[in-house]
């Protein structure tokens, strides 16, 4: 006997062996699969039967809560993919702005170093033939308008990604160098330090403006993920709803009313703990308009910046934002409930039920969004003077 046919001598038990395996293992998933459908039969015939003997409406206010939140979880799977939809076009705005960005970086850095090989960047007096500011302002003059030109298309896409997105923070302001004061104008025109100092801080804030598009798109897309992997669990929070009906049902049923009122608090009290109101989206007014008591209106710039800016119904500022903080995830545009609303329309939901959804997916939005800003690396420390070892 040869070597092969020895080898395949061995081998013939283990192949069998996995093969016996193998069969098992698909008899056993087959027996799975009866048992799920066996299983989804009985569920459905047990709720045709509760719906029969404990119709919706006629058994207290604890089932017709356990009804609501089975219909907000059903019109959550409808309207997350619309949010989802949301973010990624949100981030394709954030990344056409940051491709902008990071070409306006460029040009200014081609006149930086231009600046640096004139010697207008050190001290330029060892020089043969020293360089003018003047020579500068000539050959940076086009470059500073293609700079102009690509930080107007980053703001302009940022904008956008802000009206898909209202949790996109603000971007920061960049002011480049006034092309009527650079050196050789007439209107109070830089000197040579002044627009070496010029070139740098428009350099600076231009890396800063790339660097938070670069991160409001990776907030996107952490958001995204986030309603992703969210839309995968309200199968199993459907489950476990109507799983809290079918018990319900069996405590109106089986148990006297006290014990069945007793039980049924417990069920309530598994509900999850979510505000669900949400405000009324106010119809779009006319500018210099008046109200019944003939008060003014406020035109549309100045609700929003006092929304933004957290003010009260009567117009005081109550905290004022700074540039880098995050923004109020509390209050949130109604252009973004109305454009949720009308993405996706369900002919059988009501004000209230919509009213409830929206809320609950923007409460769950902003709290991711909330979390990804937050860096809780340092919220464990113990911020005292012993045991910082003073």
């Known amino acids: 006997m040869t070597n092969a046919q020895q080898r ?39 709720d045709d039967l509760g719906r029969r003997l404990c119709p919706r409406g006629c058994c207290g206010t ?38 902008s960005g990071r070409a306006c970086l460029k040009i200014m850095r081609d006149v930086l170093q231009m600046s640096i090989n004139l010697g207008m960047a050190n001290d330029n007096r060892d020089r043969l033939f020293p360089g003018q500011p003047s020579t500068l302002t000539k050959r940076s003059m086009p470059l500073f308008l293609r700079a102009k030109v690509c930080l ?41 330090d002044d ?25 996107c897309l952490m958001r995204e993920r986030a309603l992703k992997s969210f839309l995968t669990e309200l199968d199993e929070s459907i489950r476990a709803a109507m799983w ?42 006319t500018l210099d ?11 549309a710039d100045d609700v929003d910046t006092a929304a933004e800016l957290g003010s009260d119904s009567d117009g005081e500022v109550k905290s004022q934002v700074s540039k880098g903080s995050v923004s109020d995830t509390r209050t949130m545009s ?4 109305a454009s949720t609303m009308t993405a996706v329309s369900v002919m059988s939901a009501t004000p209230e039920l919509y009213g409830a959804t929206i809320a609950r997916l923007h409460a769950k939005t902003t709290a991711t969004d909330h979390e990804l800003r937050t860096d809780q690396d340092d919220e464990d420390l113990p911020w005292h003077s012993l045991a910082l070892g003073f």
Do not use: W
């Open 289 to 299: 308009a008046e109200d019944d008591d003939g008060n003014e209106i406020k035109d």
């Open 8 to 46: 395949m001598s061995d081998l013939a038990p283990l192949l069998d062996r996995a093969q016996a395996e193998q069969a098992g293992l698909e008899q056993e998933l087959e027996s799975l699969a009866r048992q799920s459908v066996e299983i989804r039969i009985m569920e459905e015939r047990l």
């Open 334 to 337: 109604s252009v973004s409930l």
């Open 195 to 219: 627009m070496q100092k010029s070139i740098e801080t428009s350099y600076t804030q231009c890396q800063h403006v790339c660097n938070y598009a670069q991160s409001e798109a990776r907030f």
């Open 152 to 192: 107007g298309e980053f703001y302009t896409r940022v904008s956008r990604a802000r009206m898909r997105q209202p949790l996109v923070l603000r971007a920061p302001v960049m002011d480049l160098a006034d092309l009527t004061r650079l050196p050789g104008k007439k209107n109070n025109p830089f000197t040579r």
């Open 244 to 285: 809290r009906i079918r018990k319900a049902r069996a405590y109106i049923l089986e148990l006297d009313p006290s014990a069945a009122q007793l039980a049924l608090a417990h069920l309530m009290d598994e509900l999850p703990k979510t505000n669900d109101s949400v405000k009324a989206i106010a119809p779009p007014r």
């Open 62 to 99: 604890e089932l017709d809560a356990l009804f609501f939140e089975v219909d907000v979880l059903l019109l959550l799977t409808k309207l997350v993919p619309s949010e989802i939809m949301r973010e990624k076009r949100a981030r394709e705005a954030l990344l056409s702005a940051e491709k």
